[in-house]
């Protein structure tokens, strides 16, 4: 046999450990793309089948991590955020949280973000367990509004500095001292301005007023006497009564003034209830002294006295200006838009029970000779009276006929009310015990249950865990995934 020149061995033990190198490259890139993955895996929290365990207060869950990873942002779905409860000596994470919120804090996440709260907890502590376990604001957002909170509206202020004082003055109570001052000011003025309204009705100071009334659109329907009904208008403003009135629309007017000068958005200054409310209980005042002003220059043109006492009348919805200020008057005001509904089929059911009962009672007692039932439309007034079950007793039947239907008449109404009122009682129980309970949460101090501090996330090791804390998995992913994410930390 001849020899291999030298020069070929040379060159076949370079390709052959060329060769060599390229294997160990390519066996070391597969094990940093495998620790790369399960990596991967864990850190978007999709560990094939796995399952997590916690521990809320001494009960077990057991659910899957791709349940949590549905919302990844949550406190549930972020492993980074999560590993602070895990307990590695247990395999679990620990919660020292409300047992029963949680059953509904899970079903959020296996619902795909359904979220209800369970009747028997309190809505102040559900949300506080809701702040915690990090849902997001879209889901505190939806529940909220489920919940009947109204829609929180960015308070806009005024840019001038002084605008902004006024209007946090006049506009927000509750914002310094001065506001509740003034806002005490102005409920005593209501008081009075209320207080003035039903005294002037009083039989004492009432036979002058409405005397002087009279002999005013007398005089000025005759057109005759002009010195006369000058002298009755200049008596109206004399009347004390008128006098006080005028001090209490100088205030009202003032501060609707205040308000709307420096009003950040004047159109929607003008579409607030509350406005309207406010500046209605001051233009019955006007619309009657342009119409004593009128008369005192002799004019022509009256204003028949039904139009104003209509117009007068219009001062009593001075007392929902207190709803502004009273926690009270909104309840109610809240239960009433709720129970729309509600209250819509209580009037249906009474306008249906009126016209059947008041149609039989007529035919009931159109034979008796001395009946007050002469027509349908007559008995409309008793069958109100009889199904709402107050019966005047100014018009009743007198035959067995009619007696009978009375008596069914009394008993439908009886369960026509009953029906929709425990729904508006509900209501306003709800609403009354949501402002009750939703105390400051600053007052109270939820037990930290967290095994790590947040400051060592920031500070700490790894990415994923804490000094040689491996991630919670069960089964064969456990071993699997520890190492290739340990191999991969010291690699890079």
Known sequence: MTEEPEENKNNKDMKNQHESEKTVVKDRGRRIRGSQRSASL?????????RLVFNVSGMR??????????FPHSLLGDPHKRLRYFDPLK?????????ACFDYILYFYQSGGRLRRPAHIPLDVFMEELDFYELGDEAMSRFREEEGFPKEEHRTLPTHPLQRRLWML??????????????????????????IFCLETLPDFRGEKELREELSY????????STVLFSHSVALFQDPFFVVETICICWFSFELLMRFVCSPNKLHFFKDVMNVIDFMAILPYFVTLGTELAKSKGSTHAMSLAIVRVIRLVRVFRIFKLSRHSKGLQILGQTFQASMRELGLLIFFLFIGVIIFSSAIYFAETDHADTSFISIPHAFWWAVVTMTTVGYGDMYPETMSGKLVGSMCAIAGVLTISLPVPVIVSNFSYFYHRETECVDSTEYTHVKTALWNEEEDEEGTDEEGRDGVCPPLNGALLGTLCVGHKALVTQV
């Open 91 to 99: 395999n679990e994470f620990f919660l020292d949280r409300n047992r």
């Open 170 to 195: 006049f506009e927000h109570p509750e914002s310094s001292g001065g506001a509740r001052i003034i806002a005490i000011i102005s409920v005593m003025v209501i008081m009075v301005s209320i207080l």
């Open 42 to 50: 864990y850190r978007e929290g999709w560990a094939l089948s796995d």
């Open 61 to 70: 869950y057991e659910t899957q991590t791709r349940t949590l990873a549905r």
């Open 218 to 225: 007398q005089s000025h329907s005759n057109s005759e006497n």
